[in-house]
């Protein structure tokens, strides 16, 4: 598939965020477009599964979706754990999770053995993300599922296939490009027993698709698309990255992810 994809004209892109600019790139194939948006330490191997994400419905497109539409919980904010020490941490994250309203606690940065310490003290389910749970699949109750990391929703609805536990969808796309993989995700499990999100709060202000086609929920919904829109030429002009050398940088983690495909 990558032969497919123009590799060399991608366009960066940097999305203004309160942390700092979110980067990426943008990539096409005969189909249409996505989102290659990895983090910026991410190893070759890595980086290879989001191009396996991003390239996913530009060629092959995404499964059909079982709902049009998904449940998105924007106030939901996951719940950083940090791996600096396991008995503060875990007292930290126990104490968050009891003081709010969640209907399950998402954990972040956790290692199995903080998130089976955390899920024996709390009453809600604990959700980790699927690599924690490779570790050790008794640590939570929910597999937590990014399209990103996992190479796409195919092989993403395989991952939570052979766990057998119930999923929720975490959005991991940086524009409405990488978001739109999430959303089709979710519409296409067979099960959604968990509303997905966040939505990326910069969305509103920094996209790359026109202002009809960001993916800013309605009602608590958002749209399942068969395939992501593409970039807005004025808004794509507005946050495309021209500094040679972090283009550079972003074209090389390109290529050398398309080199492991």
Do not use: K
Not at 108 to 124: G, K
């Amino acid at each position: 598939m990558r032969t497919l994809i123009d590799l060399d004209d991608a366009p960066v892109f940097a999305i203004p965020s309160a942390a700092g600019p979110r980067y990426g790139v943008l990539v096409e194939g005969p189909q249409g477009w996505g989102e290659f948006s990895p983090p910026p330490e991410a190893s070759d191997e890595v980086a290879a599964r989001w191009l396996t994400a991003a390239m996913e419905p530009s060629t092959v497109g995404w499964p059909d979706a079982l709902r049009g539409r998904v449940p998105v919980d924007a106030d939901r904010a996951p719940v950083s754990v940090g791996c600096d020490g396991v008995d503060p941490a875990v007292d930290t994250a126990v104490a968050h999770i009891r003081g709010t309203a969640l209907d399950v606690a998402h954990l972040l940065d956790c290692t199995a053995e903080q998130a089976a310490a955390i899920r024996r003290r709390v009453d809600v389910p604990i959700a980790v993300d699927a690599d924690v749970l490779a570790t050790d699949p008794q640590c939570a109750d929910v597999v937590a599922l990014r399209c990103g990391s996992l190479g796409g929703v195919r092989r993403a609805m395989r991952r939570a296939e052979r766990l057998g536990m119930p999923a929720l969808v975490a959005f991991s796309g940086t524009t409405s490009i990488g978001v739109a993989a999430d959303v089709a995700l979710a519409a296409a499990l067979p099960d959604l027993p968990y509303p997905c999100g966040p939505v990326p709060p910069w969305l509103r202000d920094g996209d790359v698709v026109s202002n009809a086609r960001t993916l800013v929920p309605a009602d608590g919904y958002l749209p399942a698309a068969p395939m992501p829109a593409g970039p807005d030429a004025i808004r794509l002009a507005r946050f495309r990255v021209t500094d040679a050398a972090v283009v550079a940088q972003w074209r090389d983690m390109l290529r050398r992810a398309a080199a492991l495909l």
